[in-house]
């Protein structure tokens, strides 16, 4: 399986962007999929992921919404009122585990695109 992340660059607070994943290879729309992102300087930590069920980190919870488009093996992530504090280089990621417990989980994931960078400016 390869993630394409795509979508990033540069807002300012306040706005929006919305993020695309492409999945290609031996997927399929049984998998889990998320968002995880490491702003500068710190640790990767989850942000929204979809499997049965759609799960948010509380610090975008209600600005951000994850989507996917199974027939295009496409996820998104609608990120609205955008603040400076979400600037960081977000990833795409795939698990083939089933069941949605461990999905805000990073070593949950077996598959990770390569990064998109996201600059709020303030």
């Known amino acids: 399986v390869q993630l394409q992340a795509s979508g990033g660059g540069l807002v300012q607070a306040g706005g929006s962007l919305r993020l695309s994943c492409a999945a290609s290879?031996?997927?399929?729309?049984?998998?889990?999929m998320g968002w995880f992102r490491q702003p500068p300087g710190k640790e990767r930590e989850f942000v929204a992921a979809?499997?049965?069920?759609?799960y948010y980190a509380d610090s975008v919870k209600g600005r951000f919404t994850i989507s996917r488009d199974n027939a295009k093996n496409t996820m998104y992530l609608q990120m609205n009122s955008l603040k400076p504090e979400d600037t960081a280089v977000y990833y795409c990621?795939?698990?083939?585990?089933?069941?949605?417990?461990?999905?805000?989980?990073?070593?949950?994931?077996?598959?990770w695109g390569q990064g998109t960078l996201v600059t709020v400016s303030s």
């Open positions: 290879g031996r997927t399929s729309s049984t998998y889990g």
């Open positions: 979809t499997r049965r069920s759609t």
């Open positions: 990621a795939q698990t083939k585990i089933n069941t949605d417990s461990y999905l805000t989980a990073p070593n949950a994931y077996d598959y």
